[in-house]
């Protein structure tokens, strides 16, 4: 049974940093593309980053690149997105997703997700 639980949301300022972790179990991931998406409220989720290990290659948002980065620790099947320089607009539930290899499109897993607040 693939679980993701993300952690460390939370109210930050606008201009603040905050660090979300998603850990994976059930599976071996090393071989998986992690991402991270979010959902404001009225609106429909959207693509932030992604991951893949065994290419160790990542992806961002356009909009997003040069604030977020995301990374993993394959060792801990842990991956993080660091969201520096924060804006209201940022303001959403931020989900972990995970995309088995054989797929190369929808991701197949996904948390619960965590509550993420900038405030101006």
């Known amino acids: 049974q693939v679980q993701l639980v993300e952690s460390g949301g939370g109210l930050v300022q606008a201009g603040g940093s905050l660090r979300l972790s998603c850990a994976a179990s059930g599976r071996t991931f090393s071989s998986y593309t992690m991402g991270w998406f979010r959902q404001a409220p009225g609106k429909e989720r959207e693509f932030v980053a992604a991951i893949s290990w065994s290419e160790a290659n990542t992806y961002y948002a356009d909009s997003l690149k040069g604030r977020f980065t995301i990374s993993g620790d394959n060792a801990k099947n842990t991956v993080y997105l660091r969201m520096n320089s924060l804006k209201p607009e940022d303001t959403a539930v931020y989900y972990c997703?995970?995309?088995?290899?054989?797929?190369?499109?929808?991701?197949?897993?996904w948390g619960q997700g965590t509550q993420v607040t900038v405030s101006s």
């Open positions: 997703a995970a995309r088995e290899p054989s797929n190369k499109y929808e991701f197949d897993y």
